[in-house]
């Protein structure tokens, strides 16, 4: 009797024991709460699955059973936050076997998915949603996120037409949500990359009226989202990095200016260690982008011999960004050498007013400059004295590339083969010569290339060539006889022109045409110069003595090419230089695997990388067999 009453006080002590130590529901969301604090996502998660599962059985309270789902709500989206979307997906598919779900939940795991890769699954997501959620903005959000990475892939893979068709609805589903609800600053912020992506597209493949346009209502979108959100920096920067692809240096400097304050007030916020470094090294990043931009209008200034406005611009930099005070220094000698040059030539052709060559070369000096009136006087001086190199003939072309005559009016669609051309001429010009050209040039580039162009070829020449260097939209020097920008070949009208030099500058502009729509606007100048060099019916000899003394290491020769805008003999030679460095590359390798090369670049690759993958040796092997080919 005595061993069964101990026994019954044991079992009784073991039960209530048990229940003291078991916890509480309630107890249990506040140690996940603790875990995901501590960043043990997985633990965390585990304890709420569980929650969710005991739920399904045997339902809890309503207050309970809401603020688990709550929970799970906002430990998903921080999974999401912090890059860790497979466990979200977890947490998410847990909560929808669970009952109907809100369309932010939806949006959630569609996300998820797309932050995986699992595009099948994000679709199916998204439809279910949008079936319980139709005008969703958040839906509508992930969808256009989905389309954006599904794009990308397309473009990789040189689908061209499907990767537009995926852009364009990503703007579509955008435009719908904003109808929505207009005052998230995020949609709009999508809305301003999409059509920044669209623009790229449509001007690698040909499509400039439709780059201009998009380029315009990106800004809009950007412009929105800062309204908005006045002190988030990102939209600034980005606002800033499609201006600066666009080529709009002046606005890019303004938008760099105000992303570097906004992170630089960020990183003052005791916000964590790793957030204030990354708001530094951005705000770093935004200086370092905004002095290009101003080196790029130092450039431009100088090339129209507006030193004045290039040092001012210089001294401003001098103030702002005393880490530059070296380079920017160097610069100011630069621009003051350069300004004595041009007035000591000035001053010795002014001071032979009698001799009618010593005025035509005056004003070719004005002309190049941009100083039209100059130039036009220094002409008419010439006309009325003797000249010995200078024919009546050769005064009227000067006088023709400096008129103020009618801008292009003349607009022909034309089909050469399987290409469309687009062609805007000067009112007065010929368009069967111009065609019967474009028709030998498009066979040279399409022979090089083995590429079928997506989109049109837009050829625009200018009545004259100060037409061009003042309306092409981008900084010229007015040496330039060519150019390719914004999905547009484009030159000019020049009576002393023959035919062979027109073929050479259409099929020089053609291969960039080409180089731009196979690697997506990606491929460095070097690599886009020399190529259409390469397909280029002039001459292919490179006359080593001209650049082998200035040589300069592959790694730099892109970075050069850019500072080496203002002058002109420097970026000739580092011109001849990547020129020589395709030819070589095309012997070595052959044509296919330079094609693969720019299929690299396409899907995104660093240029060492696509290299490396192209030609099978990294990018400091292939430099060194080919310095030793030059000491042969």
Not at 55 to 83: G, H, N, T, Y
Not at 204 to 230: F, P, S, V
Not at 291 to 296: I, S
Request: charge should be positive.
């Amino acid at each position: 009797m005595r061993l069964r009453v101990t026994s019954i006080f044991l079992a009784c002590l073991l039960l209530t024991t048990s229940a003291a130590w078991a916890k509480t529901p309630d107890e249990d969301l506040l140690q996940a709460q603790r875990l995901a604090d501590k960043r043990q996502y997985g633990k965390a998660l585990d304890i709420l699955s569980t929650l969710l599962a005991a739920d399904a059985k045997k339902p809890w309270p309503a207050p309970f059973s809401a603020k688990l789902r709550a929970q799970v709500d906002r430990l998903c989206f921080e999974l999401l936050m912090v890059d860790k979307p497979h466990l979200a997906i977890v947490g998410l598919r847990a909560l929808m076997a669970s009952g109907p779900a809100p369309s932010m939940r939806w949006a959630m795991l569609a996300r998820a998915y797309v932050e995986t890769g699992e595009y099948r699954k994000a679709s199916q997501t998204l439809r279910r949603g949008l079936s319980q959620h139709p005008s969703s903005p958040e839906l509508l959000f992930v969808r256009a996120s989905l389309a954006g990475s599904m794009s990308k892939e397309a473009v990789a893979r040189s689908a061209y037409a499907s990767a537009e068709s995926m852009l364009r609805g990503a703007a579509g589903d955008l435009e719908k949500a904003i109808a929505v609800d207009a005052q998230q600053a995020g949609i709009h912020r999508a809305l301003g990359k999409i059509r920044g992506s669209l623009f790229v597209y449509c001007r690698a493949t040909g499509q400039a009226k439709e780059a201009m346009k998009l380029w315009a209502q990106a800004e809009d979108a950007y412009a929105q989202a800062m309204r908005l959100d006045i002190h988030n920096p990102d939209l600034a920067y980005e606002a800033a990095e499609l201006q600066r692809t666009a080529g709009d240096w002046v606005w890019a400097e303004e938008l760099y200016h105000q992303a570097e304050n906004r992170y630089r007030r960020l990183a003052q916020q005791k916000r964590g260690l790793g957030l204030h470094r990354s708001a530094l090294d951005r705000a770093e990043t935004c200086r370092q982008r905004r002095v290009q931009a101003v080196l790029e209008r130092v450039r431009w200034a100088i090339s129209r011999a507006r030193f004045e406005e290039a040092r001012q611009l210089l001294k401003r930099s001098l103030d702002s960004y005393p880490a530059n005070r070296a380079m920017t220094r160097a610069m100011l000698a630069e621009v003051d050498r350069r300004a004595r040059d041009f007035k000591a030539v000035q001053a010795s052709l002014e001071n032979s007013s009698s001799n009618g060559d010593a005025q035509v070369l005056l004003g070719d000096m004005f002309r190049e400059s941009g100083l039209y009136d100059k130039a036009r006087k220094a002409y008419q001086q010439a006309q009325t004295q003797i000249r010995h190199r200078f024919s009546d003939q050769d005064l009227a072309v000067r006088f023709h590339a400096i008129s103020d005559l009618p801008n292009t009016s003349l607009h022909i669609d034309t089909r050469i083969g399987d290409q469309d051309f687009m062609l805007e001429l000067p009112p007065d010009q010929a368009a069967a010569p111009i065609r019967a050209l474009l028709e030998k040039a498009h066979a040279l580039a399409q022979a090089a290339f083995r590429h079928r162009l997506v989109g049109p070829v837009h050829l625009k020449i200018f009545v004259n060539q100060r037409a061009f260097i003042e309306l092409a939209g981008v900084a010229l020097r007015p040496r330039t006889r060519g150019l390719y920008a914004y999905g547009r070949i484009m030159s000019y009208a020049d009576p002393a022109r023959g035919q062979a030099a027109w073929l050479d500058i259409l099929t020089h502009e053609l291969g960039h045409r080409y180089v731009d729509e196979m690697s997506y606007g990606r491929a460095p100048v070097w690599l886009s110069e020399g190529l259409a060099h390469w397909c280029s019916p002039g001459s292919k000899q490179t006359r080593l003595s001209d650049w082998r003394k200035t040589m300069i290491p592959w790694r730099r020769l892109e970075q050069r090419l850019g500072d080496s805008r203002g002058n002109l003999m420097a970026r000739q030679a580092l011109l001849h230089q990547a020129e020589h460095m395709v030819a070589w590359l095309m012997r070595r390798f052959g044509a296919e695997r330079m094609m693969t090369l720019l299929g690299m670049l396409r899907q995104g690759l660093p240029p060492e990388q696509a290299m490396k993958n192209a030609f099978g040796q990294t990018r400091g092997v292939l430099e060194g067999a080919w310095c030793q080919e030059l000491r042969k």
